[in-house]
């Protein structure tokens, strides 16, 4: 079974600082790979994602993730962090095929990072 | 842009009662799915919905639970008799397909049982 392991519940940053939230995943095959973000009451809204091709990824916001699969690992980065990136931010996965040859899409999700943006 | 609604934003009900949470998903999306959030923990994955059929459901998607799309837009998550630990915030997602697209989530619908 698939799981997904976030490194750190809570994340402060300074504004203008790095942001690297981190993700780590376990399955036996490569799967998709995403971000999600969630802002106070509201959805989960795409901040990239990962399927094939490229392993660093670009996101909205400035937000980048690479795929290192020797590390299963997808950590998020963001060079410089505002004010606005203060949120919380989820790293999922979803099978690229089950054994059938069909995948349904179901998400599965790390336990989630909230960010804090001081001034 | 297009986005998933859900209604109400908000439902408040008492312990054994029957609640019906509605989603509308984008219009040309043909999978749908249900997850929830419990407070301070993951989301978790109920139910995934396919050609007006249940592709595939969780072990927390027992039979107090089902899913229906009456009417082609709407899609709906039904608990028969709510029990406290059904308290969650509830989002409905749709994508155009299943693999290795974006799921959009509406905003979620925030049930406690009391």
């Known amino acids: 079974a698939q799981s997904v392991t976030q490194l750190g519940s809570h994340v402060s940053v300074s504004e203008g600082a790095l942001v690297l939230l981190r993700c780590n995943y376990s399955s036996s095959v490569p799967p998709y790979l995403f971000w999600y973000v969630q802002y106070p009451n509201q959805g989960l809204q795409l901040l990239l994602k990962y399927t094939t091709g490229a392993t660093l990824v670009k996101g909205i916001n400035g937000f980048e993730a690479e795929f290192k699969k020797s590390e299963t690992s997808f950590h998020l980065t963001k060079p410089s962090a505002h004010m606005s990136d203060a949120a919380e931010y989820f790293c999922?996965?979803?099978?690229?095929?089950?054994?059938?040859?069909?995948?349904?899409?179901?998400?599965?999700f790390g336990q989630g990072t909230i960010l804090t943006v001081h001034p | 842009e297009p986005e998933v609604t859900q209604t109400p934003s908000h439902q408040v009900t008492q312990m054994g009662q029957e609640v019906i949470l509605r989603c509308v998903p984008i219009?040309?999306?043909?999978?749908f799915y249900w997850y929830r959030q419990i407070l301070g923990q993951k989301v978790e994955f109920l139910v995934s919905f396919y050609n007006n059929e249940i592709s595939e459901k969780s072990e927390i998607f027992d039979d107090q639970f089902s899913v229906e799309r009456p009417d082609g837009s709407n899609f709906t998550l039904k608990i028969r008799s709510t029990k406290l630990e059904d308290s969650a915030m509830y989002f409905c997602?749709?994508?155009?397909?299943?693999?290795?697209?974006?799921?959009?989530f509406g905003p979620g619908t925030r049930l406690t049982v009391l």
């Open positions: 997602a749709s994508s155009v397909r299943a693999i290795g697209v974006t799921q959009y």
């Open positions: 999922a996965v979803s099978d690229r095929a089950n054994a059938g040859g069909t995948s349904y899409g179901k998400l599965t």
């Open positions: 219009s040309n999306h043909l999978y």
